[in-house]
């Protein structure tokens, strides 16, 4: 029989020595600092984890499995579920939104997520994981509104990512092989008719299957995943010059332009909020 200390119930910044949390709505949303090489002795959350990494990488061993996850990656820790962590070495920084399961009314249309080990990488909701953190680094009258809107998107995009009747509709290889060219090479011009022979198809048929199975097109997309690799490196404390060219931007203007839309701050003034309160990572 597992001891008590293997059931011991512990708040989601167990370990951490620096964290920001906000209550929303029925979510609890909390921005978490982990320091390099820790690790975290067999424990359970009473309200389910939904983890995306922001910096660094962590692992979460559940039923003997590791799931290591790095920047952009969601990994769900089911309530009551037994799991120990380790950290990386330069640590991780986690932005992790509860829901209150006594909200079954407002909760119901994600159980079936939220109840299962989930494990994947996803740029949308790495997005929406880092407009979270600004909405808790600089709160307002209008931020309980803005985080309980933000993490109820979080989860719903992480879920239909994962929906059962999306199963037998899974992206095919040759697409699954166009997603990870725009991640591994992102900061580099690609061209329908270049993606299109690496996928081994026509371009129509790549634009519309891509658009099928991601809700958005090629160059959205690209332009999505440059954001958050932006995002993840000036909260580092890079340089807004450097960050732009190393992101593939024209120029510092237009990098300004489109990260303003996408996250509602200046790249300066996301940069300045997170740097303010970055221990080191």
Same mark, same amino acid.
């Given at each position: 029989?597992?001891?008590?200390?293997?059931? =011991?119930?512990?708040?989601?910044?167990?370990?951490?020595?620096?964290?920001?949390? &906000?209550?929303?709505?029925?979510?609890?949303?909390?921005? #978490?600092?982990?320091?390099?090489?820790? =690790?975290?002795? !067999? +424990?359970?959350?009473?309200?389910?984890?939904? #983890? $995306? $990494?922001?910096?660094?990488?962590?692992?979460?061993?559940? +039923?003997?499995?590791?799931?290591?996850? %790095?920047?952009?990656?969601?990994?769900?820790?089911? #309530?009551?579920?037994?799991?120990?962590?380790?950290?990386?070495? !330069?640590?991780?920084?986690?932005?992790?939104?509860?829901?209150?399961?006594? %909200?079954?009314?407002?909760?119901?249309?994600?159980?079936?997520?939220?109840?299962? &080990?989930?494990?994947?990488?996803?740029?949308?909701?790495?997005? /929406?994981? =880092?407009? /979270? &953190?600004?909405? *808790?680094?600089?709160?307002?009258?209008?931020?309980?509104?803005?985080?309980?809107?933000?993490?109820?998107?979080? *989860?719903?995009? #992480?879920a239909r990512r994962f929906a059962p009747a999306k199963a037998a509709s899974a992206p095919p290889r040759w697409l699954e092989r166009v997603r990870e060219r725009l991640h591994d090479a992102f900061d580099q011009p690609a061209s329908l008719s270049h993606l299109a022979a690496i996928a081994g198809v026509h371009s129509g048929h790549l634009t519309r299957a891509f658009r099928r199975h991601y809700g958005q097109s090629v160059g959205a997309y690209q332009r999505a995943v440059r954001l958050e690799w932006a995002a993840g490196q000036l909260a580092a404390g890079e340089p807004l010059a450097v960050v732009a060219a190393s992101a593939g931007f024209a120029d510092q203007s237009h990098f300004t332009r489109a990260f303003k839309r996408q996250f509602g701050r200046t790249p300066g003034q996301y940069r300045l909020q997170c740097v303010r309160w970055r221990p080191g990572l």
């Amino acid at each position: 029989m597992p001891s008590r200390e293997a059931h =011991r119930v512990e708040l989601v910044t167990f370990g951490s020595p620096r964290f920001r949390t &906000i209550e929303a709505g029925g979510l609890l949303v909390t921005d #978490a600092l982990f320091p390099p090489g820790a =690790r975290l002795c !067999t +424990h359970v959350h009473d309200r389910t984890c939904v #983890a $995306t $990494t922001l910096a660094g990488r962590f692992d979460s061993r559940m +039923h003997g499995r590791s799931h290591w996850s %790095r920047p952009s990656m969601v990994l769900t820790e089911p #309530a009551e579920e037994r799991h120990d962590n380790a950290f990386g070495t !330069t640590g991780a920084r986690v932005l992790v939104v509860q829901p209150d399961g006594r %909200r079954l009314e407002c909760f119901r249309p994600f159980t079936g997520f939220l109840d299962r &080990i989930n494990h994947f990488g996803d740029v949308q909701v790495g997005l /929406l994981a =880092r407009r /979270l &953190i600004g909405e *808790i680094a600089a709160p307002d009258a209008v931020t309980p509104l803005a985080v309980e809107a933000l993490g109820l998107e979080l *989860i719903a995009v #992480a879920a239909r990512r994962f929906a059962p009747a999306k199963a037998a509709s899974a992206p095919p290889r040759w697409l699954e092989r166009v997603r990870e060219r725009l991640h591994d090479a992102f900061d580099q011009p690609a061209s329908l008719s270049h993606l299109a022979a690496i996928a081994g198809v026509h371009s129509g048929h790549l634009t519309r299957a891509f658009r099928r199975h991601y809700g958005q097109s090629v160059g959205a997309y690209q332009r999505a995943v440059r954001l958050e690799w932006a995002a993840g490196q000036l909260a580092a404390g890079e340089p807004l010059a450097v960050v732009a060219a190393s992101a593939g931007f024209a120029d510092q203007s237009h990098f300004t332009r489109a990260f303003k839309r996408q996250f509602g701050r200046t790249p300066g003034q996301y940069r300045l909020q997170c740097v303010r309160w970055r221990p080191g990572l």
